[in-house]
């Protein structure tokens, strides 16, 4: 046995045996590895898919949400589609960190007064925080139009229709009536404006400016079927103006954004959407009235304020109970082509707000939610028994502060009111004007004016 060992055939052969073992091993042991790495390659792949799909589907529910063109019920298809729309937007997941809020706020503002888009309670708290502050208000020139707020319905502003800013004083802020042109806010306005609009879910908005207007679409049934919404849809151009900017019904949030005239006859969609885009830069924020409260921090935020200056009461609403108006598909077809150039302009900035809410942090959601709390307790104090005041506390997303009586009573004042103060305040040279006879100064001149 021991010579075996001896023998180089034999001795030979065993060496070529184990090196073949061992090539078995290190081939064996490389197709597993390889195979292992190709397991974990498809894994890492897999997951980077599903993430970035799901990312996706997110990004698709938040910006695409499609415009009703179904048949729905004004008070609850509706409703719970609007109701979706401000849930998605609190539940919105940040893309960055919160930006460092300035401290000093900003004093020059435009805002865009459109009709029944509660533009009325933005702009009394505008009146308010100018009134504070002692800023200049752009006002209309008298006898001017017959509502001592509105500057123009048809035309922007101009050396004819305001009346000229106090000696060595300078605009600050614009907010009454008056159709949207670039060059003109422009020429009486700082440079360092802050530009800001508003506007309405368009279905709303139409039935809103129907019943402000008594329209005889709405309660001359007699004459237009026992649906004259539908009736009027059917062929609208029978019951309008030829020129759109002598309608409130026409595209009115349209006309006052200043939509070229062309645009209402040809409805070119190219023509629209290069409109579209101009305004996105014009606008530094475009607020959504079924988002108010969201849209009211984001003023907050672009305008550098507290919490106390956004403090708002719903003014000018319908208190009106009115049927709810049921829409059909025919009916809900016929005014997306009637409101085209309305639809196109809700449907873009309200995708704007979405992606601007996502871009402002992790804070936002929950300024929002304090902000509503604020809101409700104020509406609680103004509402109950004789309290001097009510105070807040300091937050991360204000400084401490008081609502007093008084301020309750500014929240609710009427604008036309405050255009009459502002107006003695600004020129005391023209007289106080008759209008005011009904109101106490001690009150009111005696307290906001000095």
């Keep these: 046995m021991f010579q075996l060992w001896r023998d180089p055939d034999f001795t030979k052969c065993l060496r070529t045996l184990k090196i073949s073992y061992s090539c078995c091993i290190v081939n064996a042991f490389r197709f597993y590895s390889r195979v292992i790495l190709l397991l974990l390659s498809v894994i890492v792949v897999t997951t980077f898919i599903l993430l970035w799909t799901k990312e996706l589907v997110h990004i698709k ?57 509660a533009s009325s309670t933005v702009q009394n708290i505008l009146f308010r925080f100018g009134l504070r502050r002692n800023l200049t208000f752009v006002l209309p020139r008298p006898p001017g139009f017959y509502w001592r707020n509105v500057i123009s319905m048809r035309t922007s502003v101009s050396k004819r229709n305001v009346i000229s800013p106090p000696t060595n004083k300078t605009f600050n802020i614009l907010c009454s009536h008056v159709i949207y042109n670039r060059e003109a806010f422009r020429s009486i306005m700082p440079n360092s404006t802050k530009y800001i609009g508003i506007l309405r879910e368009p279905h709303s908005q139409f039935l809103s400016m129907l019943r402000y207007t008594n329209s005889r679409v709405v309660f001359n049934k007699g004459t237009f ?14 019951y309008e103006y030829k020129d759109p900017y002598d309608s409130y019904t026409n595209n009115r949030m349209a006309v006052e954004f200043g939509f070229p005239g062309h645009l209402f006859k040809s409805r070119n969609m190219s023509g629209i959407q290069l409109y579209l885009k101009e305004l996105d830069k014009d606008f530094d924020l475009v607020m959504i009235t079924e988002m ?90 103004c509402d109950g028994p004789e309290r001097t005041a009510l105070t807040f506390d300091k937050s991360e997303f204000s400084d401490a502060f008081q609502v007093s009586r008084h301020d309750c009573w500014l929240i609710g004042l009427h604008e036309i009111k405050y255009v009459d103060i502002i107006r003695y305040k600004q020129y005391p040279e023209l007289g106080v004007p008759k209008e005011l006879s009904f109101v106490d100064y001690n009150r009111t001149i005696g307290s906001i004016i000095t």
Aim: charged share 35%; glycine share 4%; net charge positive.
């Design 225 to 238: 079927g026992k649906d004259p919404i539908a009736k009027y849809l059917e062929n609208p151009s029978l």
């Design 61 to 117: 529910l938040v910006i695409g949400v499609g415009f009703h063109q179904r048949i729905f019920d004004s008070s609850t298809v509706l409703q719970r589609h609007l109701d979706f729309i401000r849930e998605d937007a609190r539940n919105l997941e940040p893309l960055i960190w919160d930006r460092k809020i300035e401290k000093e706020p900003k004093t020059n503002i435009a805002f865009l007064k459109v009709h029944k888009a």
């Design 292 to 381: 108010f409260d969201e849209s009211l921090v984001l003023l907050k935020r672009v305008m550098s304020w507290n919490i106390k200056d956004i403090i708002y009461a719903s003014l000018n609403k319908n208190r009106k109970k009115h049927e709810a108006y049921r829409w059909l598909r025919v009916s809900a077809e016929n005014f997306n082509k009637w409101k085209l150039l309305d639809v196109e302009l809700y449907r873009y900035f309200r995708k704007r707000l979405f992606e601007r809410i996502r871009q402002e942090g992790r804070g936002f959601k929950q300024e929002v939610q304090y902000f509503k709390n604020v809101q409700r307790n104020v509406k609680l104090f």
